[in-house]
């Protein structure tokens, strides 16, 4: 059997820790896409992953999805067996399913307990890896680094003990300083933040920084994407650099929707930055599609959504693309059953871009070298 013919076969998600440790160091940077709206998304990035022999990592956060059903209406369960169907369509199954932003915002007993039940229902979905966010706890009046991440560091060793004892190997993602802040993660942060969870047995595979990247994305008043250019690459070299000193630990790019292609292609540190997460990019594409082959459904959405979230201080169009997200539960069933022609402009769409994340992110045959790793 080659990894072609493995690959191919039915199985469970691979472990994101088991797909870090094969291709380290990493050369590259893998493809974290959070396929939020339809199946036919993961359909195409599944079919470019087959066709160019590497293996993705599929995600959603705690927001988008929980028990409750997120506000994209789907549970652990739901997605997980859609990730499946998808891989099962293609015949490829090398992809880690990756449980994003469990994130923690107040630190109550009644949020921990609640969260330890998401991740239960992750663990019986067969997620593989894990992003426990406690970065909301952050204190940045403090000065001391032990004074500003001691609720961030507690409440994640509690939750990682609780994930622990319920996996033997599992992604392992982090962060500190929250994600959009304008404030950039110190280095001496991000040190104390790894330190302190390898005192309690953990070492991440990836970190998450504050480095000026945000999630989701701006608008002109005509709905064009505002480039983002703000992404500081100095400071994500300057942490990466730092923290390989003593931990095999890399960086995760968030909020990429935006970044220009060539942008990535050209100034991303590949191997320090070794996975980056696109979510926006893949809804917005969907909403493109269905301006052409599903117009009615696509003005429905449209007009809920500024009906509901309209701001005077705002376009209508950044509105529209900071919360359509949130139409995707209220739409749930005309999305799921949009014309066939329209599902496969959409697989079509997300196949090819898909290659180009692929090629920017210097992704060459890493399912070849994920099978090597498991057959040394």
Request: charge should be positive; include cysteine; aromatic fraction near 10%.
């Amino acid at each position: 059997m080659d990894h072609l013919e493995y690959f191919s076969s039915k199985r469970n998600p691979l472990s994101g820790d088991l797909v870090f440790d094969a291709l380290f160091p990493p050369k590259e940077i893998i493809l974290a896409a959070n396929a939020r709206v339809s199946m036919q998304i993961i359909e195409g990035i599944l079919k470019a992953a087959k066709e160019t022999q590497n293996v993705v990592i599929l995600e959603m956060a705690l927001s988008e999805m929980n028990l409750d059903g997120g506000y994209c209406g789907v549970t652990p369960k739901t997605y997980a067996n859609r990730v499946s169907r998808a891989a099962k369509n293609v015949g490829w199954y090398g992809y880690v399913l990756h449980a994003d932003h469990l994130t923690v915002k107040k630190g109550t007993r009644d949020e921990i307990e609640n969260l330890k039940k998401e991740i239960d229902a992750r663990v019986n979905a067969k997620f593989s890896s894990f992003a426990i966010d406690t970065s909301l706890l952050f204190d940045n009046t403090k000065g001391k680094s032990e004074d500003r991440l001691k609720k961030v560091i507690k409440n994640y060793v509690i939750l990682f003990k609780h994930l622990k004892g319920k996996l033997d190997s599992f992604g392992k993602e982090g962060e500190v300083g929250e994600i959009g802040i304008k404030e950039f993660t110190r280095v001496e942060d991000a040190i104390y933040f790894l330190e302190k969870l390898k005192e309690n047995d953990i070492e991440l595979n990836w970190l998450a920084i504050s480095n000026g990247s945000k999630h989701g994305i701006s608008v002109d008043e005509n709905g064009n994407i505002i480039p983002n250019n703000n992404i500081n690459i100095k400071i994500t070299e300057k942490i990466a650099d730092e923290i390989s000193k003593k931990y095999k630990t890399r960086i995760v790019q968030h909020g990429t929707t935006g970044t220009p292609i060539d942008f990535i292609e050209k100034k991303f540190p590949k191997g320090k930055i070794s996975k980056c997460n696109v979510a926006t990019h893949w809804m917005l594409l969907v909403w493109d599609i269905l301006k052409t082959y599903e117009p009615k459904l696509y003005k429905k959405i449209y007009d809920w959504t500024i009906e509901k979230y309209k701001s005077d201080s705002v376009c209508d169009a950044e509105t529209f693309a900071k919360n359509s997200k949130y139409a995707i539960k209220h739409f749930f069933d005309e999305i799921e059953n949009i014309s066939d022609a329209a599902k496969s402009a959409i697989r079509k769409k997300s196949y090819e871009d898909a290659l180009i994340f692929f090629k920017a992110f210097g992704m060459k045959k890493t399912a070849k070298k994920v099978y090597e790793h498991m057959n040394k």
